[in-house]
């Protein structure tokens, strides 16, 4: 999936923000090694520099580009959970709405499993069972009504799942919940759009210009009820786990 880094920056900030809850979860340990995977475009990991030595991993060229520029001071490499050394290199192992892009956890936390020191510590949040149901129902009947087919490009688990995936995989599951966190979108009455320009780029992808702008009238329509007070507040629902390697 291509990223707008700067739509991202402008409009979704919020992802890094919401981020923010998890570094209390942190040790503070200045020799501690820190990655923050699926850094995006390095908010963070500026972050996760006050807690040891991090080094921030997207998969997205473009977003590590950006980084480096925001960030010139920081180390960056493109990669993924899936792409990690099998030797054990980091403390501590960080990432924030990233783990419902990979379909296949249980590969991605043996991975990420193998890439941990022992006593090294998962520490994560993403999409879990329901986040965005309303939204992600009301693009696939606006993209019918065109003649397109939404692709479900999402994983987002319960957590029994995902804490049987944790345990299948070695680690020492220490926190494990899901939370439901209604979002407000930047931008107003564009902000729904915006969101879905991103989010459901592939599929918008396959459309003419007019057709994309007849999907996204069509999608406010279908959730309506997302328009609180002049803002539309997306029905995000979180899974946070933190999980140690013995």
Same mark, same amino acid.
């Not at 680690?171 to 759009?193: I, M, N, Q, S």
């Not at 609180?228 to 013995?246: C, E, F, H, M």
């Given at each position: 999936m291509h990223w707008n880094t700067q739509l991202y920056d402008q409009?979704?900030?919020?992802?890094?923000?919401?981020?923010?809850?998890?570094?209390?979860f942190l040790p503070q340990a200045p020799q501690q090694t820190i990655l923050d995977l699926g850094c995006g475009t390095g908010t963070l990991t500026a972050e996760l520099q006050d807690y040891g030595q991090? =080094?921030?991993? !997207?998969?997205? *060229? !473009?977003?590590i580009a950006k980084a480096r520029q925001h960030y010139p001071q920081l180390k960056f490499q493109v990669g993924n959970g899936l792409t990690l050394a099998p030797t054990p290199q980091y403390d501590l192992i960080f990432s924030n709405a990233v783990f419902h892009w990979i379909p296949d956890h249980p =590969?991605?936390?043996?991975? *990420?499993?193998?890439?941990l020191k022992p006593g090294g510590q998962l520490i994560c949040e993403?999409?879990?069972?329901?986040? *965005?149901?309303?939204?992600? +129902?009301?693009?696939?009947?606006?993209?019918?009504?065109v003649g397109g087919t939404h692709q479900q490009r999402f994983n987002f688990p319960t957590t029994d799942t995902f804490g049987q995936a944790l345990t299948q995989a070695g680690?020492?599951?220490?926190? $494990?919940? +899901?939370?439901?966190?209604?979002?407000?979108?930047?931008?107003?009455?564009?902000?729904?759009?915006?969101w879905a320009r991103q989010f459901f780029a592939p599929d918008l992808a396959h459309l003419t210009a007019a057709q994309q702008t007849a999907v996204l009238a069509q999608l406010a329509t279908n959730v309506s009820e997302l328009w609180?007070?002049? +803002?539309? *507040?997306? !029905?995000?629902?979180? $899974?946070?786990?933190?999980?140690?390697?013995?």
């Open positions: 409009k979704h900030n919020f992802v890094a923000k919401y981020g923010e809850n998890l570094l209390h991090v =080094t921030g991993m !997207d998969a997205s *060229i !473009d977003m =590969t991605l936390l043996a991975h *990420i499993f193998q890439a993403f999409g879990g069972a329901g986040n *965005i149901q309303t939204i992600e +129902t009301g693009f696939a009947q606006a993209l019918a009504q680690f020492h599951v220490k926190h $494990l919940v +899901t939370f439901k966190r209604p979002t407000p979108l930047a931008a107003g009455e564009a902000g729904l759009a915006n609180q007070n002049g +803002t539309w *507040i997306a !029905d995000y629902q979180r $899974l946070q786990a933190v999980a140690s390697k013995p």
